[in-house]
């Protein structure tokens, strides 16, 4: 378990006077919706978000550090989705924006996806949601408002580096540039990776994710609204488990599917999740990230190859890691061409911006077995799509 940083010790100290809160959990949330008010009128919502931070401060290894983590989460979305109401409520205009041929990058985390959205984000015509957007999502901000919620995305990306230094390393964040829809999506599995709340994955994989997509819609209207029309180019892994969700609120959309061995993907993936819990959780159990993670991410596999079924051709892509992982300068004008985009010399003179590795940051190495998991075990929960990928790989 990697070593707890000086300042997440001290920052865990400051927090423990309110530490006893998570024992009403409930009083907590009636104080969050008493400062966004227009939130207690969006009732569903907010009862989801209730009973996620009644789950959330059940967590007996959750730090202090950990309890504010869920809080902030639960604010934030709240106070998105009562500012998004609000402004379509104002200009009834917003939900006529046309979001025309997106393309959204999808595929199990840890293959590419990243990158792969990064080296989209490298054309004049296509526009990706930046980090501070998806925290603040507004329309055209004041350069006052700018200046406000990129420092507040600066601060966030900064406390991160800070409590866990290892993160950057792995899945480095910027405050400015292309991020991924999970920061805007309101129900995904992503709390598992800040705390172990039992009976999650249950009632996550029941939920009707056809809302959501309206409302990840809604949230690039208005981020469109005023502003110059351009392509959208959008990713997340989370949205492999609702491809039907999504297709049925973009219809026109083309789905970019990355690939890569599973094997390397879970054991890459544990990795990030035992950085980034190690600020929420102490002691943190890696089996328990094992077991968990194998079976959210066979599980989300298994839904996007039921749903790959009636994707028609012409909206999917698969790009094998190869692509970009060995060979970006020679797969990025392949993946351009796949999605009907133009690779010009200008964007092929950025390549280097997104395919470098940070200053500063080490190579990630991970091993399997210190999740209590097997290679065998993997593949066999991966069995269905070991065979795709390996027709992707030949193709």
Same mark, same amino acid.
């Given at each position: 378990m990697p070593a707890t940083p000086l300042a997440l010790t001290v920052a865990n100290l400051l927090l423990r006077p309110g530490f006893g809160a998570r024992r009403n959990p409930d009083r907590v949330f009636d104080r969050i919706i008493a400062a966004t008010p227009q939130a207690a009128g969006d009732r569903p919502f907010a009862d989801d978000f209730r009973l996620l931070l009644?789950?959330?401060s059940k967590d007996a290894g959750l730090t202090p550090v950990g309890w504010a983590s869920g809080q902030a989460h639960v604010r934030r979305q709240l106070?998105?989705?009562? +500012?998004? $109401?609000?402004? @379509?409520?104002q200009h009834p205009a917003i939900e006529q924006e046309p979001i025309e041929r997106p393309v959204f990058v999808v595929g199990l985390p840890r293959t590419a996806t990243t990158l792969t959205h990064g080296v989209l984000?490298?054309?004049?015509?296509?526009?990706?949601?930046?980090?501070w957007e998806l925290l603040t999502p507004g329309l055209e901000p004041t350069a006052a408002d700018r200046a406000k919620a990129v420092t507040a995305a600066r601060r966030m990306v900064g406390a991160i580096d800070l409590f866990a230094p290892g993160f950057r390393d792995i899945h480095p964040l910027d405050p400015e540039g292309p991020d991924e829809c999970t920061f805007a999506l309101p129900h995904t599995v992503m709390p598992l990776s800040q705390v172990r709340i039992a009976g999650f994955p249950a009632r996550h994989h029941e939920r009707d994710f056809v809302p959501d997509y309206r409302y990840l819609k809604q949230v690039f209207q208005v981020l469109q609204y005023g502003r110059? +029309?351009? $392509?959208?180019? @959008?990713k997340s892994p989370m949205h492999l488990e609702n491809l039907d969700a999504l297709r049925t609120v973009f219809p026109d959309a083309t789905v970019v599917w990355t690939h890569r061995d599973p094997v390397t993907v879970v054991a890459s993936f544990c990795s990030l999740v035992e950085h980034g819990m190690a600020i929420?959780?102490?002691?943190?159990?890696?089996?328990?990230?094992?077991?968990?993670?194998?079976?959210?991410?066979?599980r989300a596999m298994a839904r996007g190859l039921?749903?790959?079924?009636?994707?028609?051709p012409e909206a999917l892509v698969d790009v094998p890691y190869s692509w970009l992982g060995s060979n970006p300068a020679d797969g990025a004008p392949r993946l351009y061409e796949s999605i009907g985009a133009r690779w010009?010399?200008?964007?092929?003179?950025?390549?280097p911006e997104i395919t470098a590795r940070p200053k500063g940051t080490r190579a990630h190495s991970y091993d399997l077995a210190r999740y209590g998991l097997t290679r065998e075990g993997v593949q066999a929960a991966f069995a269905d799509y070991n065979s795709l990928?390996?027709?992707v790989d030949q193709s």
């Open positions: 009644r789950d959330w106070r998105n989705r009562a +500012r998004i $109401r609000a402004l @379509l409520s984000s490298l054309a004049a015509e296509h526009r990706c949601p930046l980090l110059p +029309r351009r $392509r959208w180019v @959008l929420t959780v102490r002691p943190l159990d890696l089996h328990g990230i094992g077991a968990t993670w194998l079976d959210v991410l066979s039921a749903a790959r079924a009636s994707i028609p010009t010399s200008a964007t092929a003179a950025r390549l990928r390996t027709e």
